[in-house]
């Protein structure tokens, strides 16, 4: 687990930037505005939410959905994810660790906020201590690796039966089960137990020794414009972007999300939406 210093960011500036987005219209984006970002949960300084409403859900064939998705929380970064989503008001699905809350102080109160705040943020489970890093040993005992899954289901209390393997991209759904050799075994007994497990079609990287970003915000803007005009998705029309909370823990960071969601927000075509949405989950 990464460990940073707090942020300790007491001043409010605007940053004006014009960036272009990479899309088949190549049209100039609006300027952005730059949010201030707090650690604190309580701080009378957060951004105002934008309302986001979950009405009687049905897919609009002529829409692109959006999954972000945010893992191996709660961390330092965590709560600049959940404030940034509020402000833009777009949803997002947090996919948590059950000893990350155990090992942070605040650790209950974030995973509060995000099972408190649905429909516009989604707790899900990614195991309780993410293998140790044992990914290959996890797996190979897939009656251990149920066991942790089940264990963090107890710990976090997510609504959902969503969860994401840790280091490993697989999917199982109502009638599907899409996964490697390693790690079907234990595929299957999630899906026996009506688990679902969610992947993703595309990554915002981060340096593993500083944990920043690495694509910058007009490139992964493009890249999901790219994946989506070829449907390079595992479901058509739907595309996961896999993202990691630490990445987001520095200020500067915190404004990469914020222009890459508004870059995104600028096709009235796409919609962001949490995982519980996506199509062809057991219910």
């Given at each position: 687990m990464f460990q940073?210093p707090?942020l300790?960011?007491?001043y409010?500036?605007?940053?004006?930037?014009v960036?272009?987005i990479?899309a088949?219209n190549?049209?100039p984006?609006?300027e952005i505005?730059?949010?201030?970002?707090q650690?604190?949960?309580?701080?009378?300084d957060?951004?105002?939410?934008?309302?986001?409403?979950d009405?009687?859900?049905?897919?609009?064939?002529?829409?692109?959905?959006?999954?972000?998705?945010?893992?191996?929380?709660?961390?330092?970064?965590t709560?600049n994810?959940i404030?940034?989503?509020?402000?833009?008001g777009?949803k997002?699905?947090?996919?948590?660790?059950?000893?990350?809350?155990?090992?942070?102080s605040?650790?209950?109160?974030?995973?509060?906020?995000?099972?408190?705040?649905?429909p516009?943020?989604?707790?899900?489970n990614?195991?309780?201590?993410?293998?140790?890093?044992k990914y290959?040993?996890?797996?190979q005992?897939?009656?251990?690796?149920l066991?942790?899954?089940?264990r963090?289901?107890?710990?976090?209390?997510p609504?959902?039966?969503?969860?994401?393997?840790?280091g490993?991209?697989?999917?199982?759904?109502?009638?599907v089960?899409?996964?490697s050799?390693?790690?079907r075994p234990v595929s299957r007994?999630l899906?026996?137990?009506?688990?679902?497990?969610?992947?993703?079609?595309m990554e915002?990287?981060?340096?593993?020794?500083?944990?920043?970003?690495?694509?910058?915000?007009?490139?992964?803007?493009?890249?999901?414009?790219?994946?989506?005009?070829?449907?390079?998705?595992?479901q058509?029309?739907?595309?996961?972007?896999?993202?990691?909370?630490?990445?987001?823990?520095?200020?500067?960071?915190s404004?990469?999300?914020?222009q890459?969601?508004q870059?995104?927000?600028?096709n009235p075509?796409?919609v962001?939406?949490?995982?519980?949405?996506?199509?062809g989950?057991?219910?």
């Open positions: 940073f707090k300790t960011v007491q409010f500036c605007l940053i004006s930037c960036v272009f990479f088949c190549n049209q984006v609006k505005e730059v949010i201030r970002v650690e604190d949960a309580n701080s009378q957060s951004p105002v939410p934008v309302p986001v409403a009405t009687v859900y049905q897919i609009d064939t002529q829409k692109t959905y959006i999954y972000l998705t945010f893992d191996d929380g709660p961390q330092h970064g709560m994810c404030k940034i989503c509020q402000q833009e777009v997002a699905s947090f996919f948590m660790i059950g000893l990350h809350q155990r090992m942070k605040d650790g209950k109160q974030i995973v509060a906020t995000i099972r408190n705040n649905y516009q943020t989604l707790l899900a990614h195991s309780y201590n993410h293998a140790m890093g290959k040993y996890f797996y005992h897939p009656q251990m690796a066991a942790d899954f089940l963090t289901q107890d710990s976090l209390a609504a959902p039966k969503i969860i994401r393997l840790p490993n991209n697989a999917w199982v759904r109502d009638t089960i899409k996964a050799r390693l790690v007994l899906d026996s137990a009506g688990f679902n497990v969610i992947g993703w079609d915002w990287n981060f340096d593993h020794k500083s944990a920043r970003p690495v694509q910058s915000p007009e490139q992964l803007a493009a890249q999901v414009d790219t994946l989506v005009a070829h449907g390079y998705t595992y058509p029309k739907h595309l996961v972007i896999l993202t990691h909370d630490r990445m987001f823990h520095k200020s500067q960071d404004l990469a999300l914020v890459f969601i870059l995104v927000k600028r075509n796409y962001f939406e949490t995982v519980d949405h996506y199509p989950l057991k219910k």
